[in-house]
């Protein structure tokens, strides 16, 4: 089985300010993807931003960037320009073999004004 | 295109109950996963289906039952409801390629 940790249970940023958020894994499947999800206060889930194991850049996605380290098996997110609409939970997802995904406990974000 | 519905959105059931949650997707994914959310936690994965006819068991399948007649509609059947089965259930379906997996909003139970 995956085993995904998310360090920080909680965390304060600034609005305007860049926060980077914690997520390591550990997998024996070469091939794998990573995924980060949303989950504001009304519950949704929100795809944010993917990396493949194989993917030779860092993932991108408008505010949202990925610190991709294979080695250490490491998939930070950083959001860049916190906007108060930031505030939420953020779940890191890795997915290895079959469409389903495993989630760590999360972290839960509070943008300050 | 409404990608990912879930039907009810709350439920309140009492023990030894059972009753179906109904998931649908019109993006033609072939994969869909049921996901359970208890408070404070991250999602769970209780069964999925690679496919029509094809289903497989999660992290944490006991007490649910699942099958997979057509593409589009992927039902949770709980068989007998117990208070540990109150939570928030996701259904969630992507396409091959990158797998990003799009989730329905949520059914709340509550199992009395």
């Known amino acids: 089985a995956q085993k995904i940790t998310q360090t920080q249970p909680g965390m304060f940023v600034q609005e305007k300010e860049a926060v980077t958020l914690d997520c390591t894994y550990d997998?024996?499947?070469?091939?794998?993807?990573l995924f980060w999800y949303k989950q504001p206060s009304s519950g949704e889930m929100i795809f944010l931003i993917y990396?493949?194991?194989?993917?030779?850049q860092n993932a991108t996605e408008g505010r949202y960037s990925l610190n991709f380290q294979k080695a250490r098996k490491s998939a930070n997110l950083v959001i860049s320009a916190s906007q108060l609409g930031d505030s939420a939970m953020y779940f890191c997802?890795?997915?290895?073999?079959?469409?389903?995904?495993?989630f760590g406990s999360g972290t839960r974000l509070q943008v300050q004004p | 295109n409404a990608g990912v519905t879930q039907t009810p959105k709350f439920q309140v059931l009492k023990t030894g109950q059972s009753m179906t949650l109904q998931c649908a997707q019109d993006?033609?994914?072939?994969?869909m996963s049921w996901y359970r959310q208890d408070p404070g936690m991250g999602l769970r994965l209780i069964h999925y289906s690679v496919g029509a006819g094809i289903t497989d068991q999660g992290e944490v399948p006991n007490g649910y039952n699942v099958s997979r007649s057509t593409t589009e509609d992927f039902p949770l059947r709980l068989l007998s409801a117990a208070p540990s089965q109150t939570s928030v259930y996701f259904c969630?379906?992507?396409?091959?390629?990158?797998?990003?997996?799009?989730f329905g909003p949520g059914t709340r139970l509550l199992v009395l």
């Open positions: 993006m033609n994914h072939e994969y």
């Open positions: 969630a379906s992507s396409a091959g390629g990158s797998g990003t997996q799009y």
């Open positions: 990396q493949g194991s194989y993917d030779q």
């Open positions: 997802a890795p997915r290895a073999g079959r469409r389903a995904l495993t």
């Open positions: 997998t024996s499947d070469p091939s794998y993807g």
